[in-house]
């Protein structure tokens, strides 16, 4: 059996367009390695921003100037939750330290 | 903006203005008082969403720039057309493009971080993603004058989030930040994610050490 032409242009039309979209090229894979991820903890339990609408948004910063950077964890509610460094510099420990405060409050900032 | 004041504590958070006292938006935002979506009316950009920032001395003249990220995936920067001690931010972003395209980190989401990932001397782009993963945009300009390629793959977006309660990669809606995690002198990540489980949420924060 013969194919019609407008069949067969359209299988070509349908072909060279899957060529075209699959020829799009992906993020390149920067060439820096990393070790597999480790989930950090506050003694025994797993950081987590889950009670706050989750959304961890995470900071090494030396809060108390000891030279060791501490933890802050920005959150959905818009609050950000404080872990210091009881550990040293090559091994950290976090300690949970609750809702950082500014300004005399519990710091808070709009997520819109 | 939270100041940080003396003995490691911070003032109470201030909204950063523009030049011309406006609040600092790139164009979008909730509008708590009425309940509703707004957009800076003066903005070519009001339909764009807005939700992170960070600071660098963007052109090398000394005073701190804000690089803005949005919902849909664009980055903006806006300049400090002012000091380092009596900021005047301007009164407009401007997209970072490549020539006329504007880059886009896939999976929109965009909260910027600043770090010189290659350590060539000049800053670069990190940002984590709404659908994970985590992407560098590497600077090649020139000092004063920065410019970006396209987005690099750091961390892949998680082919399978597994077991949602025990998770063993991040999730969605990453978060990221580099730092030299344990003082060996080279840089490592922290990512925050969003990760669901069986209808309760989590937010963990996950480290890549640099091998």
């Given at each position: 059996m013969r194919l019609p032409r407008w069949l067969i242009a359209s299988a070509f039309v349908s072909a060279m367009l899957a060529r075209t979209l699959l020829a799009q090229e992906a993020p390149e894979i920067a060439p820096i390695r990393l070790e597999p991820p480790v989930r950090l903890k506050a003694g025994d339990e797993f950081i987590d921003t889950g009670k706050h609408v989750a959304h961890a948004g995470p900071l090494a910063v030396d809060?108390?100037?000891?030279g060791m950077p501490d933890l802050l964890v920005g959150n959905f509610s818009g609050h950000f939750q404080v872990y210091m460094n009881a550990?040293?510099?090559a091994q950290p420990k976090y300690v949970d330290q609750g809702l950082l405060e500014a300004g005399g409050e519990t710091a808070k900032v709009p997520n819109w | 903006m939270l100041a940080g004041i003396k003995e490691g504590k911070f003032a109470a958070p201030e909204k950063l203005l523009d030049k011309a006292g406006n609040?600092?938006?790139v164009g979008q935002y909730w509008d708590y008082d009425a309940k509703k979506w707004s957009g800076?009316?003066?903005?070519?950009?009001?339909e764009v969403l807005g939700i992170g920032a960070t600071a660098v001395d963007w052109d090398d003249d000394g005073d701190l720039d804000l690089v803005l990220g949005s919902f849909d995936g664009k980055i903006f920067v806006r300049l400090?057309?002012?000091?380092?001690?009596k900021p005047a931010f301007a009164t407009e972003s401007t997209v970072l493009s490549d020539g006329d395209t504007p880059l886009e980190v896939p999976g929109h989401d965009v909260i910027p971080r600043i770090a010189d990932w290659d350590g060539d001397g000049r800053f670069d782009i990190l940002s984590g993603s709404g659908a994970g993963g985590v992407y560098w945009l590497r600077n090649v300009g020139t000092r004063g004058t920065p410019a970006f390629a396209g987005p690099q793959v750091?961390?892949?977006?998680?082919d399978s989030k597994g077991d949602k309660a025990n998770p063993t990669s991040p999730g969605e809606r990453t978060q990221v930040s580099a730092t030299d995690y344990d003082g060996d002198g080279d840089l490592d990540l922290l990512v925050g994610d969003f990760n669901g489980d069986g209808g309760q949420m989590h937010g963990w924060v996950w480290l890549f050490r640099r091998r």
């Open positions: 809060l108390n100037a000891d550990g040293t510099r | 609040v600092l938006r800076v009316p003066q903005s070519k950009y009001k400090n057309e002012g000091s380092s001690t750091i961390i892949r977006p998680s």
